[in-house]
């Protein structure tokens, strides 16, 4: 007796040179609908699924395999006497392959103006259930998912040489496919009836590369992709040039674009381990790009330029005095790529940039043993929702520099404090264990640009000693959540020395 593969196919690409590999194999093919459709237009023999089954497509082909001839063909254990006596009584002959990719659910949720019946029409049934009973029982049946694994299957069987073991291999990549499908669509449900945290949570991500390592070369690592997440984010992004992304410059490309989202004026960020090194604003992206420079031009040399509006000439010839890692920005003039690319190891990435990338979104971080889910610290400050805690009233431009050093430290690891002024951030301290330990940082770094500055703290101060910091500084203006039991401590020094001091209500710990 011939062997049997039913195949039914969405992604119809090599399926028709696949099959006529099977035929000079002497496998009998099975198939269904469109997918018969183009066996039949190449000229591959093939029979309909009810002529296997004894019974007609219905309810416009949503039951067509869901039948015991093709589920005992599948699940049927060759190597069991009763499952082969069983098979025999019930006229149900073996399928020996099953080769199927399923409904195009996730491209069909990406489709402009699609209906919530198109949403539901792809949702597979049949496709799934044929791959899992193939796949269950691998010691019999080779099961194919992927076009990717045609050519392989193919030689593997010419040569005589595919095993149980190879049978298994594809078995796996079936279960990940269809955990990956089925998750889709629960994302789907979950947020449609808006269930922010249910009683169990599922996520699914493709790769997208293999890393060389993690951050540090004894690290393996891979890098992997949301596939339904379209706004703003490196598996958006178009790299122009430039080697590969390593793991340390994806986290670095995150954290810039998680903080130039803040900003809807031309802007730049210039990042160095996951922490901005300088923040700068203005009315034209190079003397935003200055600001950020004249920063801290020390910590940006082989660090990130993330920029909110297009490369031009100029700016690309100031980029391309610096060592820097990466640059990404929306676009790049095609003067400013024929500078920038001459520079064999800098990568340029291009993205879409607009307002929908700041949106809410679920962040996990792994921990042993489990997950820890969160929504993104999406939280902004507008100047009505500001309390003044001293008697010294902010004017209009220490509003203006209080609210840009509060977008900038929202985005600095804690305990973080930054000093602005500007549009330009003149001073960062990030990370200590203590606040007057991010202080003394910041403050040093800014030196005479603290005169006049606004200073913004991630956290309330439990003490007042940062506040005595900023006065020996020449602060004029902080910011901060306010809270602590010893606030009028802080106050009181304010209001000594004339700074003024707004609570915000909203802290920014970033961990």
């Known amino acids: 007796m011939n062997k049997r593969a039913l195949i039914s196919v969405s992604n119809k690409d090599s399926i028709t040179d696949f099959a006529k ?15 018969l459709r183009v066996m039949q237009e190449e ?6 699924i009810d002529k296997i089954t004894g019974f007609p497509e219905i309810m416009d082909g949503r039951v067509k395999t869901l039948h015991p001839t093709v589920h005992g063909g599948l699940l049927g254990k060759r190597s069991s006497r009763i499952h082969r006596k069983q098979m025999e009584q019930n006229k ?14 996730k491209e069909t949720l990406q489709k402009e103006g699609v209906t919530d019946d198109e949403i539901i029409e792809n949702i597979d049934i049949g496709g799934p259930a044929m791959l899992r009973s193939a796949a269950k029982n691998f010691q019999d049946v080779t099961v194919v998912v992927d076009p990717d694994d045609y050519e392989q299957v193919l030689e593997d069987l010419r040569e005589e040489k595919q095993t149980a073991e190879i049978r298994k291999g594809l ?3 079936v279960f990940r496919h269809t955990a990956n499908y089925d998750t889709t669509i629960a994302s789907y449900f979950t947020k449609e009836m808006e269930q922010e945290f249910p009683e169990t949570y599922t996520v699914t991500y ?20 949301d596939p339904l997440h379209t706004d703003m984010s490196l598996a958006t992004a178009k790299q122009l040039h430039g080697k590969e992304l390593s793991y340390n410059n994806i986290q670095d490309v995150n954290a810039a674009l998680e903080s130039l989202v803040e900003y809807r004026d031309p802007a730049t960020v210039a990042v160095k381990h996951m922490n901005p090194c300088g923040i700068g604003v203005s009315d034209d992206l190079f003397q935003a790009f200055q600001k950020a420079y004249d920063a801290d031009p020390v910590s940006i040399f082989g660090g990130i330029v993330a920029c909110n509006r297009e490369i031009d000439l100029q700016t690309a010839k100031t980029l391309s005095e610096i060592f820097l890692e990466i640059v990404i920005a929306p676009r790049f003039t095609e003067e400013a790529l024929e500078i920038l690319t001459q520079k064999k190891n800098i990568r340029l990435l291009e993205m879409k940039m607009n307002e929908a990338s700041a949106t809410s979104y679920h962040k996990l971080t792994t921990v042993k ?37 509060w977008k900038a430290v929202k985005h600095v690891k804690s305990n973080a404090i930054v000093l602005g002024k500007d549009n330009q951030t003149v001073g960062i301290g990030a990370g200590q264990m203590n606040r007057i330990g991010s202080a003394t940082i910041a403050i040093e770094q800014a030196g005479e640009k603290a005169k ?3 200073l913004a703290s991630d956290a309330f101060f439990p003490m007042p000693d940062t506040v005595e910091a900023a006065v020996r500084a020449g602060v004029t203006a902080i910011i901060q959540p306010g809270g602590s039991k010893r606030d009028q401590d802080s106050i009181d020094i304010c209001d000594k ?15």
């Not at 149900?92 to 659910?105: A, E, K």
């Not at 540090?216 to 690592?221: E, G, I, K, L």
């Not at 889910?373 to 902010?394: F, M, S, W, Y």
């Open 21 to 35: 590999g099977l035929v000079e194999l002497g496998y009998e093919i099975i198939s269904t609908g469109g997918t």
């Open 43 to 48: 000229g591959i023999e093939a029979k309909a």
């Open 92 to 105: 149900i002959q073996p399928i020996d392959m099953v080769v199927v990719n399923l409904y195009p659910f």
């Open 171 to 173: 078995a796996a990549k």
């Open 206 to 225: 493709e790769k997208s590369q293999d890393l060389r390592y993690g951050e540090n070369p004894h690290q393996q690592a891979a890098f992997y992709r």
């Open 369 to 405: 043993g489990g997950v820890l889910v969160q929504h993104n610290d999406a939280g902004k400050i507008t100047e009505e929702q500001l309390t003044v805690a001293t008697k010294r009233q902010p004017t209009e431009q220490e509003l203006v520099d209080l609210q840009f050093a």
């Open 452 to 454: 006049g500055s606004a």
């Open 497 to 511: 020395h004339g700074i003024t001091m707004v609570y915000t209500g909203m802290r920014h710990f970033k961990h």
